[in-house]
């Protein structure tokens, strides 16, 4: 394996051209009440994919013929060990070096040890760069790919509830991990959002709340509850947008969508099923994002994002199954840069 030098290193932006998607398959073990709902709503999503650009799904060799029935033909299986299907979260983050090719590989403990089962998700990372041939960073800071959101200009969004939370980083100051995700990423300019440390596992990540959709824009996600708890959080870190400027100094335009609402799915106070139609995913030449069966909600959210996105495809996939888990479309995914 190929360790740390010191070269220039950027992360680019989801929207630049891929190589592929990489996806995961679900465990039977940590999906014990809707195993085949989960796996038709990965499916969906894999197929949807397919469609922009090619797709490796990744799952555990327990459960690769099954996979490869149901998937069919068209998807590459790497087989490797696995805990769960949360790809974004514990595999590499790739990076452009002078060398070529890097990808990051986090310090992951399973979302600040909600999960007791992330023993082989943490070397998933390391494994999967050693068998692409792609050199390793190494990196002892415990974030997961979820929670990190670029321009591809050196300009990255985060939340202080999951890598400044004691959880996963004890003690670490602002300072200190804004120094290593310039090492890493090649991050100039972090923009902190408070986050939401109520959210069940994840802690509030970037990905249910804020993306860049292009360098000095970002699509934000509005809260649709009356009042609360979840509506006070939201508040706070859309106020924290107000006012801030990328890497290169230019204020940020801020977009907004709206989550889907919690009907039938425990009432506003449910903080684990994901209602966040920002958890899309970018592909070469579209956008794969979520539905819920919501109908005309389903359907001002694709307007949303066709408008933010003139020039990619939008195309919806049912994750109502998926969502249970707390994830959704952009959770599973992880792509690998052209």
């Not at 299986?77 to 452009?96: K, N, Y």
């Not at 120094?179 to 440390?197: Q, S, V």
């Amino acid at each position: 394996m190929v360790e740390l030098s010191r070269t220039p290193t950027r992360m680019p932006a989801e929207w630049e051209p891929h190589q592929r998607c990489f996806i995961a398959w679900p465990s039977a073990a940590a999906w014990s009440d809707d195993l085949a709902g989960v796996e038709r709503d990965v499916v969906a999503v894999a197929r949807a994919v397919r469609a922009f650009e090619p797709v490796t799904v990744i799952v555990d060799p327990a459960d690769a013929r099954h996979a490869g029935s149901v998937l069919g033909g068209d998807f590459d299986l790497w087989e490797a060990p696995i805990d769960d299907a949360w790809f974004r979260d514990c595999g590499p983050t790739f990076v452009e070096r002078a060398a070529g090719q890097a990808g990051v590989c986090w310090r992951f403990n399973g979302w600040g040890m909600a999960s007791t089962e992330y023993a082989r998700d943490a070397l998933l990372a390391r494994d999967l760069l050693a068998g692409l041939g792609v050199e390793v960073v190494h990196s002892a800071l415990a974030v997961e790919g979820g929670g990190l959101a670029v321009d591809g200009a050196g300009t990255l969004l985060t939340t202080e509830s999951v890598v400044l939370n004691a959880n996963r980083n004890p003690g670490i100051l602002h300072h200190q991990a804004e120094a290593e995700l310039a090492r890493t990423l090649g991050i100039r300019k972090t923009i902190w959002l408070p986050g939401n440390p109520h959210v069940f596992g994840t802690n509030g990540h970037i990905d249910g709340l804020a993306c860049f959709v292009r360098p000095g824009v970002v699509l934000f996600q509005r809260c649709v509850d009356d009042g609360g708890q979840r509506l006070a959080v939201n508040e706070a870190n859309r106020a924290a947008l107000d006012g801030a400027s990328d890497a290169d100094g230019r204020l940020l335009e801020v977009l907004e969508i709206r989550e889907a609402p919690a009907v039938g799915r425990g009432g506003p106070s449910e903080w684990t099923y994901s209602r966040s139609y920002i958890n899309f995913y970018v592909a070469n030449g579209g956008i794969v994002m979520p539905r819920f069966g919501l109908g005309a909600t389903d359907d001002e959210a694709r307007d949303v994002l066709a408008a933010a996105f003139p020039d990619r495809a939008i195309t919806q996939v049912d994750i109502s199954r998926l969502a249970v888990g707390g994830g959704g479309i952009h959770c599973i995914t992880q792509q690998q840069p052209a």
